[in-house]
């Protein structure tokens, strides 16, 4: 990957997607984490131009909208969880991709279950199968079990499960999983995504 052009994206908050993982439908799982709603049009771009297999969430679905500290913005964290629902849900409809959904500490599970029918979701731990590869999956890393010969997928905050798992964090990079050679894409999140996770707003830039 173009690191300088990679970097200068998330200056200039977009997302730079490498055209070496472009035109390989079916190859790639997405995973992100802990997601701004402001990052949806770019989420959208790059399923459109990746063309994934599976896409992963490992929760925390809008970002911005603390419902476990602010319960009463429920409303507005499902309007903005209806614009994912066409994203993902949609796109499973259409048998697009697969998705699996992890339920995050700001996330509502009847409103997940309500707008992703098609969707996998996971409200602790999920494990799932794709192309010959075993994934453990959950929001929280401390819910990663110590299992070697799986992949797991994590978010929440920057820590990592312990043991020998090889295990990828959404919340520092979106990340594009291999299903043909377990190799792995960085794509970095744009630059005011940390911003809007900790509900801080960024002035004179």
Known sequence: MKRWLAGACRLLGTVYVPEE??????????????TPSSLFSDLRRIISKIRPAWVVHTGDLVDQIK???????IECYRNKLRILSKILDGAVARGDFQA???MGNHDDLYSVKEMFP????????????????NFVVSHYSWRIPDLPDMVGLCGH???Y???EIRCFNGIEDIHLFSLKTGGVYRIPYPGYIDDQRQLKRRIGL
Request: aromatic share 10%.
């Open 21 to 34: 993982v472009m035109d390989r439908p079916g190859e790639f799982l997405l995973h992100i984490s802990d």
């Open 67 to 73: 419902l476990e500290v602010y319960p009463a913005r």
């Open 100 to 102: 699996m959904i992890c």
């Open 118 to 133: 098609h969707c996998h979701i996971a409200e602790g731990t999920g494990f799932f199968s794709a192309s010959g590869w």
């Open 157 to 159: 905050d920057l820590s």
């Open 161 to 163: 499960p312990s043991g």
